[in-house]
Protein backbone atom coordinates (compact mmCIF):
# COMPACT_ATOMS: atom_id res chain seq x y z
CA UNK A 1 0.00 0.00 0.00
CA UNK A 2 1.15 3.17 -0.80
CA UNK A 3 1.83 6.31 1.54
CA UNK A 4 -0.83 8.26 0.02
CA UNK A 5 -3.52 5.26 0.68
CA UNK A 6 -2.80 4.70 3.90
CA UNK A 7 -2.56 8.46 4.88
CA UNK A 8 -5.86 8.79 3.06
CA UNK A 9 -7.49 5.80 5.23
CA UNK A 10 -6.29 7.47 8.51
CA UNK A 11 -7.61 10.19 10.63
CA UNK A 12 -8.61 13.38 9.25
CA UNK A 13 -6.63 16.57 11.04
CA UNK A 14 -8.38 18.92 9.51
CA UNK A 15 -11.66 20.03 7.09
CA UNK A 16 -12.65 22.97 5.33
CA UNK A 17 -16.36 23.29 2.95
CA UNK A 18 -16.94 25.28 0.82
CA UNK A 19 -20.14 27.27 0.85
CA UNK A 20 -19.97 29.65 -1.70
CA UNK A 21 -18.38 30.12 -5.23
CA UNK A 22 -17.01 27.93 -7.48
CA UNK A 23 -16.47 25.19 -5.21
CA UNK A 24 -19.82 25.42 -3.03
CA UNK A 25 -20.99 22.00 -1.77
CA UNK A 26 -17.70 20.22 -1.55
CA UNK A 27 -14.88 20.42 1.25
CA UNK A 28 -11.44 19.61 1.72
CA UNK A 29 -9.58 17.22 4.18
CA UNK A 30 -6.38 17.06 5.03
CA UNK A 31 -5.04 14.02 6.00
CA UNK A 32 -1.40 13.26 7.43
CA UNK A 33 0.64 12.33 3.90
CA UNK A 34 -2.47 14.16 1.49
CA UNK A 35 -5.42 16.72 1.19
CA UNK A 36 -8.18 15.48 -0.33
CA UNK A 37 -10.92 17.92 -2.27
CA UNK A 38 -13.96 16.30 -2.38
CA UNK A 39 -17.83 17.02 -4.16
CA UNK A 40 -20.63 15.55 -5.26
CA UNK A 41 -19.48 14.65 -8.39
CA UNK A 42 -15.67 14.52 -7.99
CA UNK A 43 -13.06 13.02 -6.01
CA UNK A 44 -9.13 14.64 -5.95
CA UNK A 45 -6.10 13.46 -3.67
CA UNK A 46 -3.60 15.25 -3.80
CA UNK A 47 -0.38 14.20 -2.02
CA UNK A 48 1.42 16.96 0.40
CA UNK A 49 4.65 15.60 -0.95
CA UNK A 50 3.58 17.01 -4.16
CA UNK A 51 2.85 20.44 -3.12
CA UNK A 52 5.70 22.82 -3.81
CA UNK A 53 3.97 25.28 -2.22
CA UNK A 54 0.65 26.81 -0.62
CA UNK A 55 -0.89 30.28 -0.79
CA UNK A 56 -3.42 31.85 0.68
CA UNK A 57 -4.36 35.62 0.00
CA UNK A 58 -7.23 37.90 0.53
CA UNK A 59 -8.16 40.21 -2.50
CA UNK A 60 -10.51 42.67 -3.19
CA UNK A 61 -12.29 42.57 -6.96
CA UNK A 62 -10.74 45.64 -8.53
CA UNK A 63 -12.74 44.57 -11.69
CA UNK A 64 -15.82 44.62 -10.15
CA UNK A 65 -14.63 47.88 -8.31
CA UNK A 66 -14.01 49.58 -11.30
CA UNK A 67 -17.48 48.21 -13.28
CA UNK A 68 -19.11 49.56 -9.99
CA UNK A 69 -17.69 53.13 -10.32
CA UNK A 70 -17.92 53.37 -14.22
CA UNK A 71 -21.58 52.69 -13.75
CA UNK A 72 -21.95 55.30 -11.16
CA UNK A 73 -20.00 57.59 -13.46
CA UNK A 74 -22.56 56.24 -16.33
CA UNK A 75 -25.53 57.29 -13.81
CA UNK A 76 -24.50 60.97 -13.21
CA UNK A 77 -24.02 61.63 -17.09
CA UNK A 78 -27.85 59.79 -17.41
CA UNK A 79 -28.76 62.37 -14.97
CA UNK A 80 -27.18 65.24 -16.30
CA UNK A 81 -28.15 64.76 -19.52
CA UNK A 82 -32.07 63.68 -18.81
CA UNK A 83 -33.27 67.26 -18.13
CA UNK A 84 -31.88 69.11 -21.04
CA UNK A 85 -32.96 66.23 -23.44
CA UNK A 86 -36.30 66.67 -22.44
CA UNK A 87 -36.64 69.95 -22.32
CA UNK A 88 -35.84 70.45 -25.63
CA UNK A 89 -37.73 67.40 -26.84
CA UNK A 90 -40.39 69.14 -25.20
CA UNK A 91 -40.26 72.53 -26.49
CA UNK A 92 -39.77 71.77 -29.84
CA UNK A 93 -42.46 69.65 -30.26
CA UNK A 94 -44.66 72.21 -28.35
CA UNK A 95 -43.24 74.72 -31.00
CA UNK A 96 -44.54 72.37 -33.81
CA UNK A 97 -48.01 71.47 -32.35
CA UNK A 98 -48.60 75.25 -31.97
CA UNK A 99 -47.41 75.60 -35.47
CA UNK A 100 -50.47 73.43 -36.25
CA UNK A 101 -48.19 71.42 -38.66
CA UNK A 102 -50.49 67.66 -39.46
CA UNK A 103 -48.69 65.99 -42.05
CA UNK A 104 -45.27 64.96 -44.09
CA UNK A 105 -42.16 66.40 -42.78
CA UNK A 106 -43.02 68.43 -39.95
CA UNK A 107 -45.10 65.52 -38.37
CA UNK A 108 -42.07 63.44 -38.30
CA UNK A 109 -40.24 66.07 -36.93
CA UNK A 110 -42.92 66.59 -34.07
CA UNK A 111 -42.73 62.37 -33.36
CA UNK A 112 -39.31 62.99 -32.94
CA UNK A 113 -39.05 65.17 -30.72
CA UNK A 114 -41.89 63.46 -28.59
CA UNK A 115 -39.39 60.54 -28.62
CA UNK A 116 -36.62 62.82 -27.48
CA UNK A 117 -38.53 63.92 -24.74
CA UNK A 118 -39.76 60.57 -24.02
CA UNK A 119 -35.99 59.32 -23.94
CA UNK A 120 -34.96 62.71 -21.50
CA UNK A 121 -37.77 61.44 -19.10
CA UNK A 122 -37.00 57.66 -18.98
CA UNK A 123 -33.49 58.59 -17.99
CA UNK A 124 -33.02 59.29 -15.08
CA UNK A 125 -34.83 55.84 -14.83
CA UNK A 126 -32.12 53.95 -15.90
CA UNK A 127 -29.75 56.45 -13.80
CA UNK A 128 -31.20 54.65 -11.01
CA UNK A 129 -30.77 51.58 -12.49
CA UNK A 130 -27.02 52.01 -12.93
CA UNK A 131 -26.76 53.45 -9.25
CA UNK A 132 -28.29 49.96 -7.97
CA UNK A 133 -26.28 47.50 -10.48
CA UNK A 134 -23.04 50.00 -10.09
CA UNK A 135 -23.52 49.53 -6.11
CA UNK A 136 -23.81 46.16 -6.32
CA UNK A 137 -20.68 45.74 -8.26
CA UNK A 138 -18.90 47.90 -6.18
CA UNK A 139 -19.99 46.04 -2.99
CA UNK A 140 -18.89 42.34 -4.72
CA UNK A 141 -15.49 44.08 -5.22
CA UNK A 142 -15.12 45.51 -1.90
CA UNK A 143 -15.97 42.15 -0.35
CA UNK A 144 -13.29 40.56 -2.30
CA UNK A 145 -12.28 36.78 -2.07
CA UNK A 146 -10.46 34.53 0.25
CA UNK A 147 -7.70 32.35 -2.38
CA UNK A 148 -5.72 29.33 -1.59
CA UNK A 149 -3.17 28.53 -4.33
CA UNK A 150 -1.67 24.95 -4.22
CA UNK A 151 1.44 24.73 -6.24
CA UNK A 152 2.76 21.59 -8.21
CA UNK A 153 5.86 20.67 -10.21
CA UNK A 154 4.10 22.18 -13.22
CA UNK A 155 0.35 22.86 -12.16
CA UNK A 156 -1.75 25.09 -9.58
CA UNK A 157 -5.13 24.33 -8.38
CA UNK A 158 -6.92 27.59 -6.90
CA UNK A 159 -9.87 27.66 -4.67
CA UNK A 160 -11.57 31.09 -4.09
CA UNK A 161 -13.69 32.01 -1.57
CA UNK A 162 -16.08 35.18 -0.61
CA UNK A 163 -14.97 37.60 2.02
CA UNK A 164 -12.38 37.60 4.56
CA UNK A 165 -12.42 33.87 5.43
CA UNK A 166 -10.89 33.38 8.51
CA UNK A 167 -11.77 29.67 8.64
CA UNK A 168 -9.84 29.03 5.16
CA UNK A 169 -6.70 30.56 6.48
CA UNK A 170 -6.81 28.55 9.42
CA UNK A 171 -6.78 25.41 6.69
CA UNK A 172 -4.22 26.96 5.15
CA UNK A 173 -1.94 26.90 8.31
CA UNK A 174 -2.68 23.59 8.90
CA UNK A 175 -2.02 22.84 5.33
CA UNK A 176 1.43 24.49 5.27
CA UNK A 177 2.21 23.03 8.40
CA UNK A 178 2.02 19.43 7.20
CA UNK A 179 3.64 20.25 3.44
CA UNK A 180 6.82 21.47 5.23
CA UNK A 181 6.61 18.35 8.12
CA UNK A 182 6.49 15.83 5.27
CA UNK A 183 9.27 18.10 3.85
CA UNK A 184 11.60 16.42 6.45
Known sequence: MNDTTTSATSAALTRFDFVDGE???????LYAGCLVHRGDA???????????????SFER???????????????????????????????????LAAAGVKDGVGRALFGMFRVFESIGNALPFAAGIAVLGG??????GWLGSTILTLTFAGAQRVYAV?????SMLDFTEAVSERVMQARR
Open 61 to 95: GSRYLAWGVALLVVAAVLLLIAAPIAEIGGRYAGE
Open 162 to 166: RGRNT
Open 42 to 56: HLETLPLATITSVRV
Open 23 to 29: HRGSHMT
Open 135 to 140: GALAAL
